[in-house]
């Protein structure tokens, strides 16, 4: 029998033998804090391994206020909500990259890390998941928060081959907007 991989957790500060593979959406979202140079690192180099560690996403995360590292983040006297720009005004301090998982073809596993907080936060604990392989920038694109589709969270709208197609909001993630500078670039770079 083939036994699952171990990832080490700065958490637990050891190595930790993964879960049985977790089901998974085909698009999943791995959350970063919004930095520039960070942002234009991941484009060119895709999401990198740390040592002996793993690559962290969210599964079909209804709301951003579950997303790690937000719900720790929101604690933080200097992180938390931003009275000038409104209460959800937080979320632009975050970089969302969407992770095709049909393109980088991993067996993703449930977040060892997560699944004490997944029980405090009251959501399922298959939300949050991990794969102890880098993500290639080819199955990667950027997003960004924007606040008036959050809010009014308007269904996309868009024509196609004579027909108009209208994409329901199911999530917060729905509302999200693409980068289209950095997503051009990864179009044309694909490692």
């Not at 962290?56 to 579950?66: G, M």
């Not at 200097?78 to 979320?91: C, I, L, S, W």
């Not at 606040?147 to 994409?167: E, Q, T, V």
């Amino acid at each position: 029998m083939k036994k699952n991989p171990s990832i080490y957790t700065r958490i637990f500060k050891e190595k930790v033998e993964l879960d049985q593979p977790a089901c998974h959406d085909r698009f999943i979202w791995h959350v970063t804090y919004n930095r520039p140079f960070y942002n234009w690192l991941i484009a060119k180099n895709g999401l990198a391994l740390p040592f002996r560690g793993a690559v962290f996403a969210h599964n079909n995360l209804p709301r951003f206020e579950f997303m790690y590292p937000y719900f720790v983040d929101r604690y933080d006297w200097d992180m938390g909500p931003n009275r000038d720009r409104g209460d959800d005004a937080q979320y632009d301090r975050y970089s969302f990259w969407r992770i095709d998982t049909k393109k980088c073809g991993f067996q993703w596993y449930i977040d060892p890390g997560m699944i004490d907080d997944s029980e405090f936060l009251g959501v399922s604990k298959r939300h949050y998941v991990c794969t102890p392989n880098a993500i290639p920038n080819s199955a990667l694109r950027l997003y960004r928060f924007d606040m008036d589709n959050y809010i009014f969270r308007n269904p996309k709208i868009y024509f196609k081959d004579g027909s108009a197609h209208i994409l329901p909001i199911r999530d917060d993630f729905d509302t999200l907007v693409p980068n289209e500078e950095i997503n051009a670039y990864i179009m044309k770079n694909v490692a």
